[in-house]
């Protein structure tokens, strides 16, 4: 049971910019009672994820979750990206695909 996405490709958009494109594996572990038989991924699992990207882009430690909005549902095997951005003490991040924005939300760090 994984917990992580695969990663499909990594792209540096610009100095402050990356984006990953992810598959979500149907034996993701987060998936589980949430909810049984219509599965969708947690939205504290899209923040904990981008977080962690955004180590990456040596950014610092999480300090706060300012704003998000999840707009679709993220479910099993989907193929979606994830854009984040560094803004000085913010991270904007975004999982979308070519037909959706499924999430987007500002991050703080210190």
Same mark, same amino acid.
């Given at each position: 049971?994984?917990?992580?996405?695969?990663?499909? /490709?990594?792209? *540096?958009?610009?100095?402050?910019? /990356? *984006?990953?494109? @992810?598959?979500?594996?149907?034996?993701?572990?987060?998936?589980?009672?949430?909810?049984d038989g219509n599965?969708?991924?947690?939205?504290?699992? *899209?923040?904990?994820?981008?977080?962690?990207?955004?180590?990456? @882009?040596?950014?610092?430690?999480?300090?706060?979750?300012?704003?998000?909005?999840?707009m679709q549902p993220?479910?099993?095997?989907? &193929?979606?990206?994830?854009?984040?951005?560094?803004l000085g003490k913010? @991270? *904007?991040? &975004?999982?979308?695909?070519? /037909?959706?924005?499924?999430? /987007?939300?500002?991050?703080?760090?210190?």
């Open positions: 049971m994984s917990d992580t996405p695969i990663v499909i /490709a990594r792209e *540096q958009l610009a100095e402050d910019t /990356a *984006q990953w494109r @992810l598959r979500v594996p149907s034996d993701c572990k987060f998936f589980n009672g949430h909810f599965p969708i991924l947690p939205g504290v699992t *899209q923040v904990h994820w981008a977080v962690a990207f955004a180590s990456e @882009l040596q950014v610092g430690e999480f300090t706060g979750l300012p704003q998000v909005k999840f993220i479910l099993p095997e989907a &193929e979606i990206s994830l854009r984040i951005k560094h913010k @991270l *904007q991040f &975004e999982y979308f695909d070519d /037909a959706n924005t499924y999430s /987007a939300g500002t991050v703080t760090v210190c």
